[in-house]
């Protein structure tokens, strides 16, 4: 373990908690240097970039994509993670009905390794000492995106879906672009009335790229009037449904489709 020796770790987290502390205990039992990074005090430890990894991990605050004010601090953290010249890994440890949504957002999550909480101190001691997490259930599922301005219905359909379907969301047309640039989905659910880029503007862009324009896209929003519905019928999309339909439609729908 005199890899693990040499390597400082940097707890990030909003606030500091007994959950934190025993982590905390956990790392310095298995000989690494640990240092902590809180809103309150968020300047980054220097490293020899020489001699050292630095092993980052974020303890993520429950409902973390509903409170602006952490997301954007934890989100500036990482930012500024990818400014060091040293090497750097990262450990997320957050809620699992959070993962996907986290997806291509803030944390490049095919760059780092995730563990659900609650963590169990084992599995957080082969993640450090020799990168081996547990493995993620649903990956064989199909993956559908929900585009949706409104995060409580889009949380209702994913209630309604996730035993079929592995599920991410995200709020704006924008970052429906910035999450399929790093993650391959299967279907993508889009709204229609969304601000600064709506939907048929969103549905366009994804038409003129190449590695988007053959994803199925299907309209799922309360717009029902002729004008806008007949706008969206003129891009062709793969379907329009209202969002006054019922569960089992829903799913029923989707099963037809994918």
């Known amino acids: 373990m005199s890899e693990t020796k040499e390597k400082k770790v940097v ?9 934190v502390k025993g ?11 640990v240092s902590i990074i809180t809103q309150e005090k968020d300047n980054l430890p220097k490293f020899d970039k020489e001699k050292e990894t630095a092993l980052f991990i974020f303890y993520l605050p429950n409902n973390i994509m ?24 990262v450990i997320v440890i957050g809620d699992k009905s959070e993962r996907d949504d ?44 929900i585009v949706d301005d409104d995060p409580s219905y889009a949380k209702m359909v994913r209630e309604w879906i996730k035993d079929s379907y592995q599920v991410s969301i995200v709020t704006a047309g924008i970052q429906a672009i910035t999450f399929l640039a790093k993650k391959s989905v299967d279907m993508i659910l889009l709204d229609y ?20 324009q053959g994803i199925p896209v299907v309209f799922l929003t309360g717009v029902g009037g002729k004008e ?11 379907g ?10 829903l799913l029923s729908y989707l099963k037809e489709k994918l």
């Open 193 to 212: 009335e969304m601000p600064v880029v709506d939907g048929p503007q969103v549905f366009q862009m994804l038409r003129q790229e190449p590695s988007t």
């Open 23 to 33: 982590i905390e205990r956990k790392l310095k039992e298995i000989g690494c240097k």
């Open 66 to 89: 509903e409170d602006v004010i952490k997301f954007n601090w934890l989100e500036h953290v990482y930012g500024k993670i990818h400014d060091l010249e040293c090497e750097c890994e």
């Open 240 to 249: 329009y449904i209202l969002k006054s339909t019922t569960k089992e439609k």
């Open 11 to 19: 707890i990030v987290m909003c606030n500091y908690s007994v959950v």
């Open 228 to 238: 806008q519905v007949e706008r969206v019928l003129k891009l062709k999309p793969n």
């Open 102 to 145: 986290l997806t291509g957002r803030v944390f490049g999550m095919l760059h780092v390794g995730w563990l659900d909480r609650p963590v169990k101190m084992e599995e957080l001691e082969l993640a450090v000492t020799e990168g081996i997490f547990p493995e993620v259930e649903g990956n064989t599922k199909k993956h559908i995106l």
